[in-house]
């Protein structure tokens, strides 16, 4: 059904995992990853990303594993490690020249080597089919093959899924990529797309969020504009949504580890190639600094309420990315907490999917269940969990210290017309 192919998984994060369950259905696969406790994990049947259930873990013929040696019992091999940006906002490699230079080691003639890790355009072929001929002592293209497959995966979207979202495949060799398309078939319902070259396919990846975030920069600007303009944006988009062309983007913040980050790559390039990405930069620069604007408007309302800064207690409700999930990677809802601790602010966080030692060891911060949250003067709904909108206005009432309390609504998804009489509602 795959073409007989033994498939390994490099990476079992949120995109490496529902890809070796998708193929573990069929037949066993190897999962591998550095992390240990990752991998213990995963053996005992749990999910930390919450992205997987102990049943359809159960479903599955996965080898779970931390030792690269067991890789060489595979001869299709699909990379998926985390490809974030440094201090300086530069593409870092780290992790995926370290899963090639293993990989290298593993690899025999025939083995086909995927990756879905997002980089830019050449980087897989400049990059890392060197590594891969060096470890190995092979030549690409000849004793084994490379192709790429952007991921697609849409960490909690329970509608579209790996299996159901078309799945892009290049490869050098015709024959490779022949491979490739049937072996990705036989667990992707939606179909295969072929790319023209890897190029091709590496620059999709990136452009499909570049577009995104480049159209919610343009609604963050707005909301700046009309916030000077003492003008609700949610009801001008709301208006401007009756054309039948209008396309619909929100304001709000951009953070995870694709919208945040994947813009960065294709400028690092373009920029290598001469040519500065002004529109791509600029649109990267607004939404990075939207959370220094929300504090500074949280700050502003306290002020102009009579209430000291810091003296005036503020809860954070979400701090992962983005809403119904744990992933706190690249989180811009810290920009709005170091902010307000720069105007001494007292600040507290709950957030209901996070991990609390993760947050602990990546942020510093401290996560507070909600029964133990203090009534404070503002609270700060970052991250519209559905956990938090279904508990409804009665409840957010409830954390202020007073009734007529400030509430900041950075997703505009707390109806106004049902806001409790005295509360002060804000939003972009």
């Not at 797309?193 to 999709?204: F, L």
């Not at 401007?240 to 994947?262: E, M, Q, S, Y």
């Not at 500074?296 to 003296?311: H, I, T």
């Not at 969990?385 to 009665?394: E, N, S, V």
């Amino acid at each position: 059904m795959n073409n007989n192919r033994k498939i390994s998984v490099i990476g079992l994060g949120y995109v490496g995992l529902p890809v070796a369950v998708a193929f573990g259905r069929l037949g066993e696969v190897i999962g591998y990853d550095i992390d240990a406790r990752r991998v213990m994990e995963l053996e005992q049947g749990q999910d930390s990303t919450g992205e997987l259930t102990a049943e359809e873990l159960a479903a599955t013929h996965i080898v779970f594993t931390s030792d690269s040696r067991q890789l060489k019992q595979a001869d299709f091999h699909i990379v998926a490690v985390p490809t974030p940006i440094n201090d300086a906002k530069n593409p870092d490699m780290e992790l995926l020249t370290a899963a090639s230079a293993t990989l290298g080691r593993a690899i025999g003639k025939g083995d086909i080597i995927v990756y879905e890790s997002t980089v830019y355009p050449g980087a897989t072929e400049e990059i890392c089919a060197p590594i891969l001929e060096r470890e190995s002592g092979l030549v690409c293209g000849q004793d084994f093959h490379l192709g790429y497959s952007p991921e697609r995966i849409n960490p909690g979207d329970k509608e579209y899924t790996f299996t159901n979202i078309r799945k892009i495949v290049a490869a050098r060799e015709r024959a490779a990529l022949d491979v490739i398309r049937q072996v990705y078939e036989s667990v992707v319902t939606a179909g295969v797309y072929e790319a023209s070259s890897i190029k091709v396919a590496e620059a999709t990846k990136v452009v499909e969020n570049i577009q995104r975030d480049v159209n919610i920069a343009l609604m963050n600007q707005l909301a700046l504009i009309f916030d000077k303009l003492d003008i609700d944006t949610g009801e001008v988009l709301d208006a401007a949504a009756t054309k039948w062309n209008f396309l619909r983007f929100t304001p709000g913040l951009v953070g995870g580890h694709c919208i945040g980050i994947d813009p960065y790559y294709l400028a690092y390039r373009a920029a290598r190639s001469g040519y500065i990405p002004d529109l791509i930069l600029t649109a990267r620069n607004i939404n990075d600094g939207l959370g220094n604007h929300i504090a500074a408007q949280v700050v502003k309302a306290l002020l102009q309420a009579g209430c000291a800064p810091d003296n005036s207690l503020v809860t954070v409700l979400g701090l992962s990315f983005k809403e119904n999930v744990g992933d706190t990677r690249n989180t811009r809802v810290v920009d709005i907490i170091r902010e307000l601790e720069q105007f001494n602010v007292p600040v507290q966080v709950n957030d209901v999917h996070a991990d609390p030692a993760r947050v602990r060891q990546e942020y510093q911060l401290e996560l507070v269940d909600l029964p133990a949250l203090q009534p404070a003067a503002v609270v700060l709904l970052a991250v519209p969990h559905q956990a938090y909108l279904d508990r409804g206005w009665g409840w957010i009432r409830n954390l202020l210290k007073e009734q007529a309390g400030i509430v900041y609504d950075v997703k505009s998804r707390l109806s106004r017309d049902t806001a409790p009489a005295g509360v002060q509602l804000l939003r972009l």
